[in-house]
């Protein structure tokens, strides 16, 4: 089922495009990461989904629907960017607030403050949480009657290490149930293991959208690929400069090569050819580096333009 759908999406603040022509979609159980600079136009189209602005031109669906129609709203969740509770409320009482605000089951209110690592800190009010606690208070609420469509604006911002790795499962849990979501993040690193989609935008057009490895193949950034030899590498190292090859020497056993894919296939039969037979790990192009190529190229056309 299509959970989303964009159709020649603009949004317009007298002589500014906020938002143009925007073509996008989003299916059941699908992760989309939406990224940009600020100012891109990644929060302006998340309250098109969410209903809180209406598109100047062009169609938004949302589960088929509106997304002004309050059965459809019932359905999506949200945590904005910059998370503000009542600070006098205690976590309980701001979950039981929010529940009552979307007829949520109130029966939720205790499992979602165990799910997301506030348990004990439930009865505690909220003047007194970390901008991380706060974080995962807001994601809670987001969670809140079970939504079949989450989007989350920097989810990350606040949370240690172990938080975004537990926030990234319960992604993947979501995904699993069915749930569809937006991620929009400027903490690229590692991102791609969570993501079915990226997304990226810049003034307020969508550059470039497709799974990872179709972005890869439309770029053609370099691989980097590990060699863990079984001899000295500094040796290998001076073959592969003879062959014209530039590698980096990461310690006595392991050289780092960075190559183009169209590449790939001479630098392992020259491997193989000279007998430098070895354990090979080829790291992929991650979404910082096709982020940058896809910002810069879109700076370079809008200087020669």
Same mark, same amino acid.
């Given at each position: 089922?299509?959970?989303?759908?964009?159709?020649?999406?603009?949004?317009?603040?007298?002589?500014?495009?906020?938002?143009?022509?925007?073509?996008?979609?989003?299916?059941?159980g699908e992760v989309l990461g939406l990224f940009g600079h600020n100012?891109?136009?990644?929060?302006?189209?998340?309250?098109?989904?969410?209903?809180?602005?209406?598109?100047?031109?062009?169609?938004?669906?949302?589960?088929?629907?509106?997304?002004?129609?309050?059965?459809?709203?019932?359905?999506?969740?949200?945590?904005?960017?910059?998370?503000?509770?009542?600070?006098?409320?205690?976590?309980?009482?701001?979950?039981?607030?929010?529940?009552?605000?979307?007829?949520?089951?109130? !029966?939720?209110? %205790? @499992?979602?403050?165990? $799910?997301?690592? +506030? &348990?004990? /800190?439930?009865?505690?009010?909220?003047?007194?949480?970390?901008?991380?606690?706060?974080?995962?208070?807001?994601?809670?609420?987001?969670?809140?009657?079970?939504?079949?469509?989450?989007?989350?604006?920097?989810?990350?911002?606040g949370l240690d290490p172990i938080a975004t790795q537990d926030l990234?499962?319960?992604?993947?849990?979501?995904?699993?149930?069915?749930?569809?979501?937006?991620?929009?993040?400027?903490?690229?690193?590692?991102?791609?293991?969570?993501?079915?989609?990226?997304?990226?935008?810049?003034?307020?057009?969508?550059?470039?959208v497709g799974t990872l490895p179709e972005l890869r193949a439309q770029?053609?950034?370099?691989?980097?690929?590990?060699?863990? !030899?079984?001899? %000295? @590498?500094?040796?290998? $190292?001076?073959? +592969? &400069?003879? /062959?014209?090859?530039?590698?980096?020497?990461?310690?006595?056993?392991?050289?780092?090569?960075?190559?183009?894919?169209?590449?790939?296939?001479?630098?392992?039969?020259?491997?193989?050819?000279?007998?430098?037979?070895?354990?090979?790990?080829?790291?992929?192009?991650?979404?910082?580096?096709?982020?940058?190529?896809?910002?810069?190229?879109?700076?370079?056309?809008?200087?020669?333009?």
């Amino acid at each position: 089922m299509t959970m989303v759908e964009l159709t020649q999406v603009s949004v317009t603040y007298g002589a500014l495009k906020a938002v143009k022509d925007m073509n996008l979609h989003l299916a059941a159980g699908e992760v989309l990461g939406l990224f940009g600079h600020n100012g891109a136009g990644k929060t302006t189209t998340m309250k098109l989904i969410l209903g809180l602005l209406r598109a100047s031109s062009g169609r938004v669906c949302v589960l088929g629907q509106s997304p002004q129609q309050a059965d459809i709203r019932a359905q999506l969740g949200y945590l904005p960017e910059n998370v503000a509770f009542y600070p006098q409320l205690t976590g309980r009482e701001t979950l039981d607030h929010f529940a009552r605000l979307k007829s949520a089951n109130a !029966a939720q209110v %205790a @499992a979602l403050l165990e $799910q997301v690592g +506030l &348990r004990q /800190a439930a009865d505690r009010r909220v003047k007194t949480y970390s901008k991380g606690m706060r974080q995962r208070l807001g994601l809670a609420q987001a969670l809140l009657g079970t939504p079949r469509l989450l989007l989350l604006d920097e989810p990350t911002v606040g949370l240690d290490p172990i938080a975004t790795q537990d926030l990234y499962q319960l992604i993947q849990n979501l995904r699993a149930q069915g749930t569809a979501v937006i991620l929009c993040s400027h903490v690229l690193a590692g991102v791609e293991h969570f993501i079915d989609r990226a997304a990226i935008m810049a003034e307020g057009q969508l550059r470039v959208v497709g799974t990872l490895p179709e972005l890869r193949a439309q770029v053609d950034l370099p691989s980097q690929i590990r060699i863990s !030899a079984h001899h %000295a @590498a500094q040796q290998w $190292q001076q073959q +592969l &400069r003879e /062959a014209g090859y530039t590698s980096k020497l990461l310690n006595q056993h392991s050289l780092l090569i960075d190559v183009h894919h169209s590449e790939r296939q001479d630098l392992f039969g020259l491997l193989a050819a000279r007998g430098m037979t070895a354990d090979i790990e080829i790291r992929q192009p991650g979404m910082e580096a096709l982020y940058r190529h896809f910002m810069q190229n879109t700076a370079s056309k809008g200087d020669e333009a």
